[in-house]
């Protein structure tokens, strides 16, 4: 139904715009008409008041991608550890269906319920999920069914190859025992500001809401020690 919702309401508009037209143009009375029947009182269900209950549903449906991702909980972090290189993996799975954040949401919710799958970046712009994990653990199909369990069609994915992407994924210590769901501020700080040092060998570093992984993205000139 995607393809065709911008169609939809265009005919819902319209449909309600000549509904309203029709209940507040002036009605014509005929004045030689001096012995003319009662007007009987409309119901409920042709007053203005069941039409506009009906306007304001029809427009939160309408706009319902733009307020989706608050029914959906936010996806658990597992707390997995990070694999050997020869175990780790990334595929690109290619979705059929997603139009909204709310969709993102919706994705990476299964996918943190996998076991093995330590980090996803699903886009519904790009129409695609960027999903790492330990293939000791789990595999394509096992992932696919999740994305599935959403209603969403993976119509293809594409095996990344890990020389070329050059990321790598390590356990970072940094949670504020204060605050255990967020990462420490100060402590992330002085890591970033080190690895920002060696950047002919680091493209980019990231770390997780609650400062448990941090991801650094390799130059390709970087050597294996350095990685290491």
């Excluded at 029709?22 to 007053?47: G, R, W, Y």
């Excluded at 427009?59 to 780790?88: C, E, G, S, W």
């Excluded at 129409?127 to 394509?140: P, Y």
């Amino acid at each position: 139904m995607e393809p065709a919702r911008p169609y939809l309401i265009g005919v819902s508009i319209f449909v309600l715009a000549v509904a309203w037209y029709l209940k507040l143009k002036p009605v014509k009375t005929n004045e030689m008409d001096c012995n003319c029947d009662t007007i009987k009182k409309a119901s409920f269900f042709q007053s203005k008041a069941f039409l506009g209950i009906v306007t304001v549903f029809a427009i939160l449906m309408m706009t319902f991608p733009l307020y989706a991702k608050t029914f959906y909980p936010k996806p658990k972090v597992q707390a997995t550890t990070a694999p050997m290189i020869d175990n780790r993996q990334q595929v690109k799975f290619i979705i059929q269906g997603m139009s909204c954040a709310g969709c993102e949401l919706e994705v990476n919710n299964e996918l943190s319920k996998v076991n093995g799958v330590f980090a996803y970046k699903t886009s519904y712009t790009s129409k695609s999920s960027l999903v790492t994990f330990d293939l000791s653990k789990v595999d394509v199909k096992t992932i696919e069914a999740a994305i599935s369990k959403t209603g969403y069609t993976v119509k293809s994915y594409d095996f990344m190859n890990a020389s070329n992407t050059a990321v790598s994924f390590y356990e970072a210590p940094l949670v504020c025992h204060a605050a255990p769901s967020i990462g420490c501020g100060s402590k992330a700080k002085f890591m970033l500001i080190d690895l920002e040092k060696h950047s002919n060998a680091v493209e980019g570093a990231w770390l997780n809401k609650k400062g448990t992984i941090v991801a650094i993205r390799w130059n390709a000139n970087a050597d294996e020690q350095k990685k290491n």
